[in-house]
């Protein structure tokens, strides 16, 4: 009898309280919604549907790890930017004066602001890069190369401005 009581008691306490836990590392405090702008393209040789493409790739970061709904804007949080650097550049050579590698580099300028909590807002620049053979034609792995960095400026962003690690 003392055991059943002590574990209802239990099962009640358990019950009556709320835990809320995210794996992804991310806290949106009261936001319900989220507004991306398209980033705009400052950076010379960037592929045209580069910047489309980061947008898109964010955003279904964002989907994908928040319970945030897009709108087109005037969202509870807001995130505009511009792509500000493109590079394509040797990063190391051979004793005979050859490269040996090269390094494709993207530079994402953001604009963040929580409307709920201005305090959290920032400007700043988040840069990701890929090294590449210099054996292999930049045109041929390109894609590749830009998915890999997309996706590790999407998730240092996420992390900059909804992060809670």
């Known amino acids: 009898m003392r055991f059943t009581l002590s574990i209802l008691t239990l099962v009640f306490i358990l019950?009556?309280?709320?835990?809320?836990?995210t794996f992804s590392?991310?806290?949106v405090g009261n936001a319900q919604t989220i507004s991306i702008a398209?980033?705009?393209n400052r950076a010379a040789l960037t592929p045209p549907i580069y910047p489309q493409t980061f947008t898109e790739e964010?955003?279904?970061?964002?989907?994908r790890q928040t319970k945030l709904q897009i709108?087109?804007?005037?969202?509870?949080?807001?995130?505009?930017g511009e792509i500000v650097a493109y590079t394509a550049n040797p990063v190391s050579s051979t004793g005979d004066e050859t490269t040996?590698?090269?390094?494709?580099?993207?530079?994402?300028?953001?604009?963040?602001?929580n409307t709920l909590d201005?305090?959290?807002?920032?400007?700043?620049?988040?840069?990701?890069f890929e090294d590449y053979s210099s054996t292999e034609n930049l045109s041929t792995i390109e894609n590749a190369l830009l998915e890999s960095i997309t996706e590790q400026l999407a998730q240092e962003i996420i992390q900059a401005s909804i992060g809670s690690w």
């Open 15 to 21: 019950t009556g309280c709320k835990v809320s836990y």
């Open 25 to 27: 590392g991310t806290d």
């Open 38 to 40: 398209i980033f705009s």
């Open 58 to 63: 964010l955003k279904d970061e964002f989907l």
């Open 71 to 80: 709108v087109q804007e005037n969202g509870d949080l807001q995130m505009n």
């Open 100 to 113: 040996a590698l090269n390094r494709l580099q993207v530079t994402i300028k953001v604009n963040y602001i």
């Open 118 to 128: 201005p305090t959290k807002n920032f400007n700043r620049n988040f840069s990701r």
